[in-house]
């Protein structure tokens, strides 16, 4: 099992980013997948799931900010992340929902000015 997310970097305040999750392995086109974030002292928290439908979720923190979409025939999770605030700092992961116990390496978004 892969899950390589990538697409992180430093942007200011009011930016945008878009992060992609390559997955490799277990059931990836009936499952829900979700993108997750841990910043500098915290737990991790999921921010944003779809299931393998379409279905998508977001949490409330990032609502109107934050989109997820995925493409089933390509095996990738994106999301697009717009007007970017210091608080969305932190390193994003991609996992299965529920997530799995391997967390692959993770994208580092920083957000300052």
């Known amino acids: 099992v892969q899950l390589q997310a990538s697409g992180g970097g430093l942007v200011q305040p009011g930016g945008s980013l878009r992060l992609s999750c390559a997955v490799s392995?277990?059931?990836?086109?009936?499952?829900?997948m979700g993108w997750f974030r841990q910043a500098p002292g915290k737990q991790r928290e999921l921010v944003a799931a779809?299931?393998?439908?379409?279905?998508?979720n977001v949490v409330d923190s990032v609502k109107g900010r934050f989109t997820i979409t995925r493409d089933n025939a390509k095996n990738t999770v994106d999301l697009q992340m717009d007007n970017l605030k210091p608080e969305d700092t932190a390193v994003y992961y991609c996992?299965?929902?529920?997530?799995?116990?391997?967390w692959g390496q993770g994208t580092q978004v920083t957000v300052s000015s």
């Open positions: 996992n299965h929902v529920p997530p799995m116990a391997y």
């Open positions: 392995g277990r059931g990836f086109g009936f499952g829900a």
């Open positions: 779809i299931t393998g439908g379409g279905s998508a």
